[in-house]
């Protein structure tokens, strides 16, 4: 997350930041905290995936669930987003995103510190773009999600999700939303997907 959680050693590692690619914060480097199996989205999926959005990305309403570093939404917002709300169940991650937002001056971002399937089932607020991206083990998290955002009310009209799993694994896109896009890079599948009838798109 977002920073996003997958399988790493059994150690936490260290990092000196990861890069925003484009928009008004460009090359500057925000924090990614040491923290076991949180490691950034790299730079090559984050450019599929801004290059899919930049139709939709100015003026949107953003939610980073699981949001670990936030990168995706500060890029979004780097690039013209509307708002963002950044929900992170870790108490120490939501700090250093909060910390993130007042060193970037982004007065539209909101960290909500909270468990991500628990916020969906009580806010009223509806998005343009939800980056969904929970831990890689619990592609459960993943369904439910997707699930509470229809029944919720919480997507736009025009809404696209875009979602991250392992490149090797049984998760399927559920039924009730269709697949804009999708590609692979390394270790990660990415698909956008948007709610609509069951269909198949490259």
Do not use: C, K
């Amino acid at each position: 997350m977002p920073a996003r959680r997958r399988p790493v050693a059994n150690r936490a590692r260290r990092s000196r930041g990861v890069r925003i690619i484009a928009g008004d914060w460009r090359s500057r480097r925000i924090p990614v905290a040491d923290a076991p199996g949180l490691r950034p989205t790299p730079d090559r999926v984050r450019e599929t995936l801004f290059n899919w959005l930049a139709p939709v990305i100015a003026g949107a309403r953003v939610l980073d669930l699981y949001a670990g570093s936030g990168v995706l939404a500060f890029e979004a917002l780097s690039r013209g987003a509307a708002s963002a709300v950044l929900v992170e169940r870790d108490a120490r991650l939501a700090a250093t995103l909060r910390e993130t937002s007042r060193l970037l001056g982004a007065t539209h971002a909101q960290v909500v510190h909270a468990d991500a399937p628990g916020w969906l089932r009580v806010t009223r607020d509806a998005f343009d773009i939800v980056f969904l991206d929970p831990p890689f083990d619990r592609p459960d998290l993943l369904t439910e999600a997707l699930e509470l955002l229809r029944a919720g009310g919480l997507l736009t009209g025009d809404a696209r999700v875009h979602v991250e799993t392992p490149a090797v694994g049984e998760w399927a896109v559920p039924a009730g939303w269709r697949v804009l896009r999708e590609r692979r890079a390394g270790d990660v599948r990415h698909a956008l997907l948007a709610p609509g009838p069951d269909e198949t798109s490259a």
